[in-house]
């Protein structure tokens, strides 16, 4: 992915992967709120880059476009049912890109707040223990940052190719 240029290169997509990394690291730390928990600021930049992209393609490129949209050696009678079923896969694609991170990063806080909620009663010496104990759950919620950056960098950079038959 890194070789092929999509208007204007790849600076766009770097800087998305790190923006969302950004958003997922400063969610880890106590007492904050991340932007990316929320599915309306998922939604928007969904959205935002999927329209963008999509309406480019549709004008730009329309003949492609509806040459992908409907499949080779099908039925006449089912071409527009198939058509309309091709447009709701793609329109859905956006939807499915924030809602899978949202899910993602409140599942991870949401375990590392279960596992540390017994700790308000327990006593200092003991409380050690568990923090230790938890360290390593701690360090996945780093990696899944890290990860769902990355996933859904790249899943946005193959879902907006598509429209432009790149």
Same mark, same amino acid.
């Given at each position: 992915?890194?070789?092929?240029?999509?208007?204007?290169?790849?600076?766009?997509? $770097?800087?998305?992967?790190?923006? =969302?990394?950004?958003?997922?690291?400063?969610?880890?730390?106590?007492?904050?709120?991340?932007?990316?928990?929320?599915?309306?600021?998922?939604?928007?930049?969904?959205?935002?880059?999927? %329209?963008?992209? %999509? !309406?480019?393609?549709?004008?730009?490129?329309?003949?492609?476009?509806?040459?992908?949209?409907?499949?080779?050696?099908?039925? /006449?009678?089912?071409?527009?049912?198939? $058509?309309?079923?091709?447009? =709701?896969? +793609?329109?859905?694609?956006?939807?499915?890109?924030?809602?899978?991170?949202?899910? /993602?990063?409140?599942?991870?806080? =949401?375990?590392?707040?279960?596992?540390?909620?017994?700790?308000? /009663?327990?006593?200092?010496? !003991?409380?050690? =223990?568990?923090?230790?104990?938890?360290?390593?759950? %701690?360090?996945?919620?780093? $990696? $899944?940052?890290?990860?769902?950056? %990355?996933?859904?960098?790249?899943?946005? +950079?193959?879902?907006?190719?598509?429209?432009?038959?790149?």
């Amino acid at each position: 992915m890194v070789g092929k240029k999509l208007f204007g290169g790849n600076l766009i997509y $770097v800087s998305f992967f790190l923006y =969302i990394l950004q958003f997922n690291l400063f969610g880890i730390l106590p007492y904050t709120f991340t932007m990316t928990r929320q599915l309306n600021i998922n939604l928007y930049f969904s959205l935002t880059f999927f %329209f963008v992209f %999509f !309406l480019l393609g549709w004008f730009k490129k329309y003949e492609i476009i509806l040459a992908h949209i409907t499949p080779l050696g099908r039925p /006449n009678v089912l071409a527009p049912f198939l $058509v309309f079923i091709e447009l =709701i896969r +793609r329109l859905i694609r956006p939807l499915t890109l924030s809602v899978r991170l949202t899910v /993602n990063i409140i599942s991870g806080h =949401i375990l590392i707040e279960i596992l540390l909620s017994p700790l308000e /009663n327990i006593i200092i010496r !003991l409380k050690f =223990i568990f923090y230790v104990l938890i360290l390593p759950i %701690f360090f996945l919620e780093i $990696v $899944v940052c890290f990860v769902q950056a %990355f996933v859904i960098s790249s899943l946005r +950079r193959l879902y907006l190719r598509e429209p432009l038959g790149h």
